[in-house]
């Protein structure tokens, strides 16, 4: 498949809307629960899951509007790649320029990726964000 130059704001809206709902029913679960242990451990296996669900929303999305500076959407780039093909610690990408002090969860080359929920909550607001700055279909009138 050819690279994705720009998504419509209805592609956005509806994959933002399902990452909200996914979250949703997590909290949902999470209150209902008796045994914090379990919700503690099951918290960063969904976390990092939803991760690559952020990223499968625009698998096509063309690596020059993307660009290299460290930005949200770069993050989650090297999340998924480091969560499928790393054991999930994070691997430096010398195209990406990713600095733990001012990306959005703050990890640094090798370390564990263990995504909580506020983590997650921020990555994907972040996320979505950049995507509209950068991909968001013109509207033609």
Same mark, same amino acid.
């Given at each position: 498949m050819l690279c994705v130059n720009t998504y %419509?704001?209805?592609h956005i809206d509806r994959c933002r809307a399902r990452v909200t709902s996914s979250v949703e029913a997590y $909290? !949902?679960? !999470?209150?209902?629960?008796t045994d914090d242990a379990a919700?503690?451990? +099951?918290?960063? @296996?969904?976390f990092n899951s939803l991760v690559l669900a952020l990223d499968t929303c625009f698998t096509h999305r063309s690596r020059t509007i993307e660009g290299k500076d460290g930005n949200p959407v770069n993050e989650v780039r090297l999340l998924c790649a480091s969560l499928t093909q790393h054991d999930g610690l994070l691997?430096?990408?010398k195209a990406i320029r990713l600095r733990p002090e001012t990306s959005v969860l703050g990890y640094a080359p090798g370390d564990e990726i263990a995504v909580s929920e506020a983590g997650f909550v $921020?990555?994907? #607001?972040?996320? +979505?964000? #950049?995507?509209? %700055? $950068? +991909?968001? #279909?013109? @509207? @033609?009138?």
């Open positions: %419509s704001q209805d $909290r !949902a679960m !999470a209150a209902a629960a919700i503690a451990a +099951f918290e960063p @296996v969904f691997v430096a990408d $921020r990555l994907a #607001e972040a996320y +979505f964000d #950049e995507m509209e %700055s $950068r +991909f968001l #279909e013109p @509207v @033609v009138v």
